[in-house]
């Protein structure tokens, strides 16, 4: 009897079949052995071959949890991923000339990734561009941002251009690019490429995309030689079943807990609890104003603000949090000022303000004959000026700029007509001569706005000009001019001297480059990215940042 037998192999499905049985074609379904896992590359995000920087800061994606460490020289650094994204950082000492880096990865079950290398060429005597060409580049707005997975973020990404001498330069093309799990621009393009206006602004609308978590965008120009700039954002998957939630805390300018302080954000209003956290459900979303009593609470005696008011954009069906604790700082009890029956200074009067760590204190001068008024609420007709740690302050510089120097003017609303004229240390060490920007923190614009100048006036001291300052109450901070490079745990970007925290959520708490922390059950935080400004007169180091959150 003749029979055929055939065989066939289709993926994994077996067909077998013999012309002498009716019907008799029979399969089975292979089991196949599954294969490891690829494992993941070791990926280094763009580096510039050429630096004027006696230091890079490198940053990449490798395996969750794995150690990368970099070699250049008798240099050897060794740094972790983040538990979620991969993501890590590592900041490198650079000598002059040619630098050659190798860098590998051993992911948390001991595979080993093989070295790759790459070479870094640092010249910080290289030629200066054009007085007026593109030397630097900085983020002026729109960094650390939360936004809805698959929608444009809340504010465009604005970066700032500005020359040797921090002038803002126009016209300078620059390419935004979104080089981790990012998402698209106007053009539908991960690429984009803006010139600068005459205020050396690039604006870029970027769409976050579909992934939820940690998204980079890099933005630079061509013959940039120090760094480029980074934007980071939270993206986050929202939900309709799921309720919309905002989520901070308060403390105050001893980093301690605020409690049962009135917190009000529209129509809604709660108390802190006995850590100083506080929660809003259903809270109205977009851009709000998040106003906090700080003369609410008593668990602490002394003077406090009044009403403060911080920004924040509430995203619709997620659970919302701050990017930072909410800073109510206690302020010192001031001095009574003395005044005729029209309100001005009878005389020259001093006011030495308590100073926060060993460094001189702030001088306040008030000349006679100025006029001072004070809003018809206000009872105690004080004068109030506390000096706060960079790291305390509420309100963080924009624009690139990084200042030690900041400190608040009290009553609120309280106004001069003539300027306070302040004498502070130069806690920036900056040099002999350089001229210096008075900032004052406006509450409408959201950001710090030119109120008058300084200047360092020895080696120890800075002063405000007395022609144009401080004529009201307000934030002020006393900073270079010109914008520095910075380099934080993920990358150069433009944050304040400040830890601004962005929080992403998850189910395991993970911390960027080794920082310890315990989670709380009733807190949804598994990573914070942490961004400090580092001046150029400063030098990066990889030691764990303040954990704020």
């Avoid at 929202?238 to 919309?244: K, M, V």
């Avoid at 008593?298 to 909410?326: D, S």
Wanted: aromatic share 8%; proline share 10%.
């Amino acid at each position: 009897m003749k029979t055929l037998f055939g065989m066939l192999l289709v993926g994994s499905l077996l067909a077998i079949w013999a012309d002498n049985l009716p019907l008799a074609t029979a399969s089975a379904r292979l089991q196949e052995k599954p294969e490891s896992p690829a494992p993941i590359p070791l990926l280094l995000f763009p580096v510039q071959p050429k630096t004027r920087l006696p230091f890079q800061t490198l940053e990449g994606t490798a395996a969750p949890g794995s150690q990368v460490t970099f070699k250049t020289g008798n240099q050897q650094v060794t740094t972790t991923t983040t538990n979620d994204s991969g993501l890590f950082t590592v900041n490198l000492d650079l000598a002059p000339g040619p630098n050659l880096i190798t860098f590998s990865a051993t992911d948390e079950q001991g595979k080993y990734l093989p070295p790759k290398q790459l070479t870094i060429i640092s010249e910080p005597k290289a030629p200066l561009p054009p007085a007026d060409g593109p030397y630097q580049i900085n983020w002026a707005s729109g960094a650390a941002q939360s936004g809805l997975v698959d929608s444009e973020l809340p504010q465009p990404l604005v970066a700032l251009v500005t020359d040797s001498g921090g002038q803002p330069v126009s016209n300078v093309p620059v390419t935004f690019q979104a080089v981790h799990q990012g998402g698209w621009f106007s053009n539908r393009l991960p690429q984009i490429t803006v010139k600068t206006d005459r205020h050396g602004h690039a604006e870029a609308r970027y769409q976050v995309g579909s992934k939820a978590g940690i998204q980079l965008v890099r933005a630079t120009f061509d013959g940039n030689m120090l760094s480029p700039t980074v934007f980071l954002v939270n993206a986050k998957a929202s939900s309709d079943n799921q309720t919309t939630w905002l989520h901070g805390a308060l403390t105050d300018n001893y980093n301690r807990p605020l409690e049962n302080v009135v917190v009000r954000v529209g129509k809604q209003e709660v108390r802190t609890a006995s850590d100083g956290r506080f929660n809003f459900e259903k809270p109205p979303t977009g851009p709000q104003i998040c106003e906090v009593l700080g003369d609410s609470h008593q668990k602490y005696p002394g003077r406090w603000p009044g009403v403060m008011k911080f920004p924040v954009t509430i995203l619709p069906g997620v659970y919302n949090l701050t990017h930072r604790p909410f800073t109510v700082p206690k302020l010192h009890d001031g001095i009574a000022l003395p005044l005729d029956s029209s309100g001005r200074i009878t005389q020259d009067t001093t006011y030495i303000v308590p100073r926060i760590d060993t460094n001189p204190s702030i001088e306040v001068v008030i000349r006679a004959g100025t006029r001072v008024t004070f809003p018809a609420s206000v009872s105690d007709r004080r004068l109030s000026i506390t000096q706060l740690s960079d790291d305390n302050v509420p309100f963080g510089l924009d624009e690139g700029r990084a200042s030690k120097l900041f400190f608040l003017v009290e009553p609120a609303g309280v106004t001069f007509d003539r300027p306070l004229e302040i004498t502070a240390p130069n806690l920036d060490k900056l040099p002999v001569g350089m001229k210096l920007l008075l900032a004052r923190y406006d509450e409408a614009a959201h950001r710090y706005l030119a109120a008058g100048t300084g200047l360092v006036v020895n080696p120890g001291t800075v002063q405000s000009d007395d022609r144009k300052g401080i004529l009201q109450a307000g934030w002020y901070a006393l900073t270079p001019i010109a914008p520095a490079p910075e380099s934080t745990s993920i990358g150069y970007i433009n944050g304040t001297r400040f830890c601004n925290c962005l929080v992403h959520e998850g189910p395991h708490p993970a911390l960027p480059i080794g920082i310890k922390r315990e989670k709380r059950d009733d807190e949804p935080i598994s990573l914070i990215v942490f961004m400090a400004r580092f001046p150029s007169w400063e030098k990066p180091t990889n030691q764990s940042p303040k954990l704020l959150h």
